[in-house]
């Protein structure tokens, strides 16, 4: 497995978000993390990266995420976080090119080989064409196809991204995930990734994880719609889960 999760536990402050947690995220697969406000998905992430204090257990490709120097994290597992990046001086090909750091030598020296892999990242995110172009002169989703496109130049087996899809319309939302989606099948990837896009998550992931304070449940897409867990997840917030649409309402709509 690529993730594993070993009764993990997490708390904010004195307040528990998950107690003794177990999961697994197989290669070649992608998962979207989904729960309420505030219940733990970016400490989850942050927790899998080694960014974030954790009780328990969290392997990465067999091995304790403990005992993974840096460098060895670096080449195992990268993460996309949810802030808007704009970076005015950088050309998308050198920020791509950041991707490649744990391989590099000490002064960062990039080789042939580096270049190769960078320009099929961006290849794959369909953004081959904006080699030379900077970052303030790209739409909000096209930034964000580049720093996955970062992520994939690093080269790792497991990639994490919070909440990709935050600030892109609905369009983009499907974009990015169906991409997402190809890059798990073909690249053979384990993604895990937040959003709070429920039709996203059912439709086009093949497995859901849902944080239910202080439990997490990770079901194949098709599970969790037949589980009634989402539909528990909503209760008493005026909200109603529609399992035929995939999607939440207010009662009563």
Not at 32 to 41: D, E, S
Not at 131 to 159: F, H, N, W
Request: hydrophobic fraction near 45%; charged fraction near 25%; charge should be neutral.
């Amino acid at each position: 497995m690529s993730i594993l999760l070993k009764e993990i536990s997490l708390r904010y402050g004195q307040r528990i978000l998950l107690e003794k947690a177990s999961a697994t995220f197989p290669q070649a697969t992608l998962t979207a993390l989904i729960g309420r406000n505030g219940t733990g998905k970016s400490t989850l992430l942050r927790a899998i990266a080694g960014l974030g204090p954790a009780e328990g257990g969290i392997e990465l490709c067999g091995r304790s995420l403990a005992s993974l120097p840096a460098r060895e994290r670096a080449s195992t597992l990268a993460f996309v976080t949810t802030d808007k990046i704009r970076i005015a001086d950088l050309a998308c090909e050198e920020v791509v090119a950041l991707g490649r750091a744990p391989y590099t030598d000490w002064i960062g020296h990039i080789r042939q080989e580096d270049r190769t892999i960078v320009e099929r990242a961006l290849q794959l995110v369909g953004l081959e064409g904006f080699a030379r172009k900077t970052m303030d002169r790209m739409s909000d989703g096209e930034c964000q196809r580049v720093m996955i496109a970062r992520a994939l130049a690093q080269d790792t087996p497991v990639i994490l991204l919070d909440e990709p899809t935050a600030f892109l319309d609905l369009p983009n939302r499907y974009a990015l995930a169906l991409l997402l989606r190809k890059l798990a099948r073909e690249e053979r990837k384990c993604i895990l990734f937040s959003t709070h896009d429920l039709d996203i998550a059912l439709s086009l992931c093949d497995s859901v994880a849902l944080i239910d304070t202080p439990h997490l449940h990770h079901l194949p897409a098709g599970e969790m719609v037949r589980s009634g867990l989402i539909e528990r997840l909503f209760a008493g917030e005026g909200l109603c889960f529609d399992p035929r649409l995939r999607s939440v309402r207010m009662r009563g709509e």
